[in-house]
C-alpha cells in the first residue's frame, strides 16, 4: 500500500503559487528538461509508484497460500500502473512528432526496449537452463514481462497529436478500451491488448494540469482518500476468492477469461473507474515537498527496468521454497527487501553504471529541432481534462 505520509500543513505541502500556476514543459519522459526545475511532487509520485510495483512482484508468489496477499496484490494493481501512465501521459502532452521529440523517444524508450526484451529473454534461458540454445532467435515483437511497458508507452506517445486534436478524446479512448477487451483475436504482437485497454488512463493524463493535482493534496481530498482507501483494502479481501485477479493485467479479452463479452464491457468501465478512484487517492497522500526520496523519482525508470531480474530469478532460484518466507514475519521481510531494492536501484551509482542501456546516448544519431520553425509556430492547444 502507499505509504500515508503526514503533513501537518497541508498548504505546507504545495508548490509555490508559480508552480500551482505554471505547468513544466511535459515532451520529456522523467520531467522537464534541462535547465528547468523538477516538481518534487511529481518524482515523490514516480518513486511511491514504482516501489508499490515491485512490492506487488513481490506478492505473486504469495497468493496460492495468502488470501491476505491476494487482497493486497489486487488492491495494488488496480492502481499502481494506472498511476504510472497518467503520470506518463500528463508529460507527453507537448509532444508534436519534432526530431529532437522522435529522438528522445527512439533513444529514451524504443532502444532500451529492444535491449531489455534481448536481456530477460537470454536471462531467462539462461537461469531456467532450457533446452534452446541461449542465442536461439526470438520475436521482438513479444514483449517480455514488464517490457510491455515500454513498447506501450512509445505507442501512446506517438499517438499523443491524435488524441489532442479529437473532441472527446477520453470517451473515444475509454471505447477503444472497451473493444479491445471484447476483442479476443486482437494477437499478442507488442502486447496489444494493453496498449488498448490501459489507453485511457495515459489520455486522462494528457488532459490534467498542475492545479488537478493541486486540488487532490488539499484537506478535504486526503479525508476522503483516508477513508476510500481502506474500505477499497477491506473489498479486495472479500472479494480476493471471488474474482480472478487477470482482469488488473489488461492483457486478456473477456472471452478469454471464460466471460461474456457484455461482461467485458461492465468490467472495462469498472476496472478504469476503480483505477482512477484509487489513483486519486494515492496521489492525494504523495507529499509535494522535498523528501529523502524525492531525487530518486527521476531513476523510477532504471528501479522498474531493472528490479524484474531480481523477482524473476528469486522464483526461479526456489528462494520463496524456503520455511522462513511462508511466515508473517517473512512476508514483511521480503516486502521490505523488494523495496529496499527498487530503492537501491533508483539511486544515482545505479543509474550511472546502467545509463547506457537505460538511456543511451543517441543524440548524435538524430536531427536538432529547426530554431526558426520552432520560434514562429504557434504552441499547441491541449482540450482542459492514468
Known amino acids: 500500500m ?7 500543513n497541508p498548504r505546507a505541502s504545495l508548490p509555490t503559487a508559480r508552480a500551482r500556476t505554471a505547468d513544466p514543459p511535459p515532451e520529456a519522459t522523467d520531467g522537464p528538461p534541462k535547465g528547468k526545475p523538477r516538481d518534487p511532487y511529481f518524482d515523490n509520485a514516480k518513486y511511491l509508484a514504482i516501489v508499490l510495483v ?3 512482484h513481490v506478492w505473486a508468489p504469495l497468493m496460492p497460500d495468502s488470501r491476505a496477499a491476494t487482497a493486497l496484490y489486487m488492491f495494488v494493481y488496480a492502481f499502481h500502473m494506472p498511476a504510472f501512465i497518467m503520470l506518463a501521459g500528463y508529460f507527453s502532452r507537448s509532444f508534436t512528432g519534432k526530431p529532437a521529440q522522435i529522438g528522445r523517444l527512439i533513444s529514451g524508450v524504443l532502444v532500451p526496449y529492444l535491449i531489455f526484451v534481448v536481456g530477460y529473454t537470454l536471462f531467462d534461458r539462461w537461469v531456467n537452463n532450457t533446452d534452446k540454445p541461449l542465442f536461439e532467435p526470438f520475436s521482438l515483437l513479444d514483449p517480455y514481462y514488464l517490457t510491455w511497458f515500454l513498447i ?6 506517438l499517438s499523443a497529436p491524435l488524441w489532442r486534436a479529437l473532441r472527446w478524446p477520453l470517451p473515444v479512448s475509454l471505447a477503444v478500451a472497451a473493444i479491445a477487451t471484447v476483442s479476443p483475436d486482437l494477437g499478442n504482437d507488442f502486447n496489444i491488448m494493453r496498449v488498448l485497454q490501459f489507453l485511457p488512463f ?7 494540469r498542475r492545479e488537478h493535482f493541486t486540488w487532490l493534496v488539499r484537506r478535504e481530498t486526503r479525508i476522503a482518500a483516508a477513508v476510500i482507501g481502506p474500505v477499497a483494502l477491506l473489498f479486495a479481501y472479500w472479494v480476493a476468492p471471488r474474482m480472478d485477479y487477470h482482469w488488473f493485467y489488461r492483457s486478456h479479452s473477456a472471452q478469454g477469461l471464460g466471460f461474456t463479452w457484455d461482461y467485458g464491457v461492465i468490467m472495462s468501465l469498472a476496472l478504469f473507474g ?17 523528501m529523502w526520496f524525492t531525487a530518486l523519482g527521476a531513476g523510477s525508470i532504471y528501479g522498474y527496468l531493472l528490479h524484474g531480474f531480481l523477482i524473476k530469478g528469486s522464483r526461479w532460484w526456489g528462494w520463496y521454497d524456503l520455511d522462513w518466507v511462508n511466515t508473517p514475519a517473512g512476508y514483511v521481510a521480503i516486502t521490505l527487501i523488494g523495496v529496499a531494492f527498487v530503492t537501491l536501484l533508483c539511486t544515482t551509482p545505479v543509474q550511472k ?3 547506457w542501456v537505460v ?9 536538432k529541432d529547426d530554431p526558426a520553425s520552432t520560434a514562429t509556430a504557434p504552441a499547441a492547444k491541449v482540450p482542459a481534462g492514468k
Open 353 to 355: 553504471l546502467f545509463r
Open 274 to 290: 476503480c483505477g482512477l478512484v484509487l489513483t486519486g487517492c494515492f496521489l492525494a497522500f504523495v507529499p509535494g515537498r522535498h
Open 359 to 367: 538511456e543511451p546516448p543517441l543524440g548524435w544519431a538524430f536531427k
Open 202 to 208: 495515459f489520455v486522462l493524463g494528457m488532459l490534467l
Open 152 to 157: 506501450a508507452l512509445f505507442c501512446w506517445r
Open 2 to 8: 502507499p505509504s500515508m505520509l503526514r503533513v501537518r
Open 54 to 56: 515491485a512490492m506487488g
